[in-house]
């Protein structure tokens, strides 16, 4: 222990001895000048430090303290504290500092050269400088807008040939890209001989964790480089979350680059999501690079590269994919709520993020804007600065819509050229109530004048509010200091009834609505009628006036002129001066005023009206006369009363009826909104039918609609025709009246209620055969528009008897009808090929609009089908009957006859007849038999002995026909021949066979022909007798054929030559039915008298019947009894 106090007390005491050596030196040596000029100066001359300023101070020996240096050109030290090491006088070229403590500097990067001297500087002679310590406090490195802060730090030294540079201990902070670094315990090492500079450091950035350890070997970096759970808030606009990158820096000092990975925590750009995860990155000083991102928005996603510029202005270039992409997540400015997917490019600048400058590319671009599909979609702009340069804009929209345009655009002006094909309206007029597709092509301008709009359009199945509708519009049109537009249309309907079939008109109207003209218009409402309505009107203080205006409505070739010679409006206030309308000896003018309300109104009207022009013109009935005149009564109080008067008014309905009404006479007076119909008053044959109610009109909002009204009367004699004809075109009433109570009233629906009795009525039935019923009387109800009638009476030639009952469902709105008739004894003429006698049940009623039904069955008792069967059934020449469906039922069991040039056959028809009113065609089902009769074939009558023919129940099939028949020639002996038919009714096959088998069929044939067979005739002379067979022949029908159509006798047949055979012959037969169940016949030979035939037939019923009669041949009476059952199956 003492040993250590005497060791310790004898360094002290030398350590003390030096000191006091040192301070004797110093202050009488003047070692603190000699330091200054000949050491400490030259060095920091060398060094870039000015010291014509500085305030040195000696605080110890070998001790000083400086203020105020100058580093380069700006750089500004505030404090210097060194020590001099004692070696420093044993050094003749350099300096060695025991300590150097730099205090509250400001240096800039362009005056600290002395890091990156050239090699020939280094070479030069130079002090050499050691520091064994080197603290650094509160100094400030700036680089551009970038700066390093070193709060504290530890540093050893060499400065010379041999540079060595060592930091410990470094804290402070730094900026870089806008975000600040913490800086805790940095290392900084710098070996000249090696060229080798390393560096660590931990610390903060943006409330992240930052590592950084790197080296620089000759000129090249190697260094890694960590930043976690970095708060990105700030970095960009928009740019939210927190991240971090790992990778490394290589490269050079002056072309360093960062490789390695991003992460990304709940990061949002804007409304976007970056996708959590890593991403490629790579940084150098002009850019920083990103790979693979993968981002989110609501439904979409976004991934692809981008490259940014670190430049003053930054350079942006990227290239992503996005698929069901909102934009309007991304940018709130952007109006359109999107999903799309497609590619898009940027290539450009931006300073900071802000203002982005360059070219964008979006490619095949598809999905949804708003509801609209979007597909093959292209957009090429390039921004500059408020300035947008559209190049290309386009893409397909809906089913078949296509946009594109281009033109320039900044945020108050714009010019485009625009280009649409089958656009939806909705997207250009985002309101509900319009529809349609747009066409378009022409230029949109805005710029320090206004805005212009030049171009044509085509709108196809244009639609307002489903109420409204064209088949196309087709307008020109140019909006600049005026508006005005070429305008046509086709195809005009309001709820869903054409209106007008096209229009057309030029519109011009100042840009303030001030004036507004419509000329060389021509609006097509039908084919026949056609209008002009050209107008100017002028717009001062919100009031619209037009002066006097003249217009021509053409129908029919005929030249009707209308217009007024004022007119005013202005919101609720509308007054009319003198509109007229005139057409020959036609006038009407009336003047009307409307001040808001129908207290302050009022209503005047005269004129004369021709309805034999008006009838003229528009075809109402097929015949129309009298005059209507009108008139304005003034009365001493209360408003004014409008009377209409005709002495004679004659309306025809159809060719079968003429409506007649005299003295007729009508008045009325509106009372505020109450029009009240005085009288209504007007004969029919002799009677006096009245009429009167009140009309309720709008008030408020409305005025103009008509709230409700109520007509009540008794009528005395009414036309007939009213209640049926204009139901339906298949009945029409030709003649007669009805009568009763009456009221008819509207509360938003119209309703008629009625009690009629009908009297004296005649109508026709043009789909059973126009029958012709007349005489019928009887009652029907109308209740709330429905018409029922009970049972009306009704009588049909001189027997026929009719009864009749059945409903129009809504007289007024639902013309839908069910009408059954039942008739007994009735003659029906001209149904098809068929008229006669018959009874029946037929149901006649509507199906759906404009179309009619009728069924039911019909037992015939006489008749006559008379036709040739190539017009009967041959399918080009089938009769027409339009709109109406048939299916009836139609039997007899005899005394119908078939009739034309090769048949007269009794039938018994069991079959339906029908229309079809898709194809208009006629056809049937069942079957026809044959009952008696005959049938020629080669100009011979045969007797039908058989025969059925057969219906398919299509119009495109023809009817099947399996008939026998036969005959008797004299040639030696009687022989019997028969024939066979069988096939289709127009082209049938036949073959002949007799009881001679002897005889082939040309011997038949020639037998039928020339009363010999074929073996018989070689060198005789036959033409001229078949010739004068022939001739017979069309003398007999010249003769009987009057014969034949009357009602005397119901069958005849005549064949025989008696002009120019040797033995002339005549056969004739003659039938006639005594009652409907006997018929009676007979037959003879007249010019030899030698056969004669009587016969009987007695009808039980349609199955069984019985025949007997007598037969004189050659003076011999033979007689017989025949039962013929048949069967109907």
Request: one cysteine or more; glycine letters at 8%.
């Amino acid at each position: 222990m003492k040993q250590f106090i005497l060791s310790v007390t004898k360094d002290v005491l030398i350590t003390l001895g030096i000191l006091f050596f040192l301070f004797v030196f110093v202050s009488y040596a003047r070692v603190d000048d000699y330091l200054l000029k000949h050491t400490l100066a030259p060095v920091m001359e060398q060094y870039g430090l000015s010291t014509e300023t500085v305030e040195f101070a000696y605080v110890f020996p070998l001790r000083f303290k400086a203020r105020g240096l100058m580093l380069g050109e700006r750089s500004f030290i505030k404090e210097i504290d060194l020590i001099i090491s004692p070696m420093t006088f044993f050094k003749r070229d350099g300096l060695s500092l025991l300590s150097l403590k730099i205090s509250d500097a400001i240096l800039y990067e362009e005056d600290l050269s002395f890091f990156v001297r050239e090699e020939d500087e280094r070479e030069k002679k130079q002090k050499k400088l050691d520091i064994y310590s080197l603290r650094l406090e509160n100094i400030y490195v700036s680089r551009q807008d970038h700066y390093l802060k070193v709060e504290n730090a530890v540093l050893s030294a060499k400065l010379g040939e041999r540079m060595f540079i060592s930091f410990r201990n470094i804290a402070g902070h730094m900026s870089y890209f806008n975000s600040r670094f913490l800086i805790e315990n940095g290392q900084f090492s710098q070996t000249e001989k090696k060229a080798d500079y390393t560096l660590a450091f931990r610390g903060l950035f943006n409330e992240g964790q930052a590592f950084f350890d790197g080296r620089i070997k000759s000129g090249n970096i190697i260094s890694s480089l960590s930043l976690e759970n970095v708060d990105l808030t700030g970095i960009m606009p928009g740019l939210t979350g927190r991240g971090g990158v790992q990778g490394e820096i290589k490269g050079s000092l002056k072309k360093p680059f960062f490789t390695g990975k991003a992460y990304f925590e709940d990061v949002h750009l804007g409304r976007a999501t970056v996708q959590n995860g890593q991403y490629g990155i790579r940084i150098t000083p002009e850019k920083i690079s990103l790979s693979q991102i993968y981002a989110t928005t609501g439904e979409g996603t976004l991934t692809g590269n981008l490259n940014v510029s670190l430049k003053a202005r930054m350079g942006i270039d990227g290239d992503f994919q996005f698929n069901q992409l909102d934009f309007s997540e991304i940018s709130s400015n952007f109006p359109l709520k999107t999903k799309l997917s497609g590619n898009i490019s940027l290539n450009g600048k931006s300073d900071r993020f802000k203002d982005f400058n360059g070219t964008v590319k979006l490619k095949q671009l598809n999905g949804l804007v708003e509801d609209e599909k979007i597909d093959h979609g292209e957009v090429v702009f390039v921004k500059d600065r408020a300035h947008f340069r559209i190049e290309k804009a386009s893409a397909d929209i809906g089913r078949e819509g296509h946009i594109s345009l281009k033109g320039d655009y900044t945020r108050k002006f714009y010019n485009f050229d625009v280009e649409m094909k089958s656009v939806s309206l909705k997207r250009i007029f985002p309101r509900k109530q319009w529809g349609g597709a747009v066409h378009f092509k022409g230029a949109v301008n805005k710029d320090e004048t206004g805005f212009s709009f030049m171009g044509y359009s085509t709108i196809d199945d244009l639609d307002y509010m489903e109420r409204f509708k064209a088949e196309s519009v087709n307008f020109f049109i140019s909006v600049d200091e005026r508006i005005t537009a070429n305008i046509y249309y086709s195809g005009l309907y309001y709820n869903d009834r054409k209106v007008s079939l096209s229009g057309k008109g030029d519109i011009d109207i100042d840009r303030k609505w001030e004036v507004f003209c419509l000329k060389n218009s021509n609006i097509v409402l039908t084919k026949d009628i056609s209008a002009a309505v050209d107008v100017t009107a002028r717009r001062e203080k919100g009031k619209w006036t037009a002066a006097s205006t003249k217009n021509i409505v053409e129908i029919r070739g005929q030249k009707v002129e209308y217009g007024f010679d004022s007119l005013s409006a202005e919101k609720m206030f509308w007054d009319v001066k003198s509109f007229f309308v005139r057409h020959r000896s036609s006038r009407t003018e009336f003047s009307f005023t409307f001040d808001r309300s129908w207290e302050n109104s009022s209503l005047g009207i005269k004129g004369l009206i021709d309805l034999a022009e008006v009838n003229e013109l528009f075809r109402l009935v097929p015949q129309m006369k009298g005059a209507v005149l009108f008139s304005t009564e003034k009365k001493e109080k209360g408003p004014s009363e409008i009377q209409i008067s005709s002495d004679t008014v004659e309306l025809q309905l159809s060719d079968f009826e003429t409506m007649s009404y005299d003295d007729f006479f009508a008045r009325w007076q509106l009372i505020k909104n109450e029009l009240h119909l005085k009288e209504i008053r007007f004969d029919v044959a002799g009677k006096t039918n009245r009429l009167s109610g009140d009309f309720y009109l709008g008030t408020d909002k409305n005025p103009f609609t008509l709230n409700s009204f109520d007509v009540r009367g008794d009528l005395e004699r009414v036309h007939s025709a009213l209640l049926v004809n204009f139901a339906t075109p298949d009945v029409s009433v030709t003649s007669g009246f009805f009568s009763g109570p009456v009221r008819f009233w509207y509360d938003g629906r119209f309703h008629l209620d009625a009690d009629v009795s009908l009297d004296a009525t005649q109508l026709i039935i043009f789909g059973l055969g126009d029958a012709f019923v007349h005489n019928i009387r009887g009652e029907a109800q109308v209740r709330d528009n429905r018409i029922i009638i009970d049972t009306f009476h009704g009588e049909v030639g001189e027997r026929g008897k009719v009864f009749f009952k059945g409903t129009i469902n809504d007289f007024i709105y639902d013309l839908m009808f069910d009408f059954r008739a039942r008739f007994r004894d009735t003659m029906i003429n001209n149904l098809w090929y068929f008229s006669g006698t018959g009874e029946g049940d037929i149901r006649l009623q509507s199906i759906e609009k404009g179309y009619t039904s009728m069924t039911g069955d019909i037992v015939v008792q006489n008749g006559l089908v008379s036709g040739d069967f190539s017009e009967m059934f041959a399918l080009r020449d089938v009769k027409e009957v339009k709109g109406m469906d048939m299916n009836v039922h139609i039997s007899a069991a005899n005394n119908v006859w078939l009739r034309n040039n090769f048949t007269n056959i009794e039938i018994a028809p069991d079959f339906y007849y029908k229309r079809e009113r898709k194809t208009d065609k006629v056809f049937f089902s069942g079957s026809i038999e044959a009952v008696k009769g005959t049938v020629k074939f080669i100009n011979v009558p045969f007797n039908i002995t058989e025969g059925t023919v057969s219906f398919s129940n299509s119009p495109e099939v023809l009817p099947a026909i399996d008939a026998k028949a036969e005959t008797t020639v004299f040639y030696k002996q009687r022989i019997r021949i028969e024939l066979n038919i069988s096939g289709d009714i127009l082209n049938p096959n036949v073959s002949l066979s007799a009881d001679d088998p002897t005889l082939t069929e040309a011997d038949i044939i020639s037998l039928l022909t020339f009363s010999r067979p074929a073996y018989d005739m070689a060198g005789e002379d036959v033409f001229a007798q078949k010739i004068g067979e022939f001739a017979t022949d069309y003398l007999q029908q010249m003769l009987f054929s009057p014969l034949r159509r009357s009602q005397w006798i119901d069958n005849i047949s005549v064949r025989g030559n008696f002009l120019t055979a040797e033995d002339p012959y005549l056969d004739l037969q003659i039938g006639k039915y005594i009652r409907q169940d006997l018929y009676l016949s007979y037959q003879d030979d007249v010019f030899s008298g030698d056969t004669r035939r009587f016969d009987f037939i007695y009808y039980f019923n349609k199955n069984l019947s019985l025949q007997t009669g007598a037969a004189e041949q050659e003076g011999d009476f033979k007689y017989n009894i025949d039962f013929k059952i048949r069967f109907k199956y």
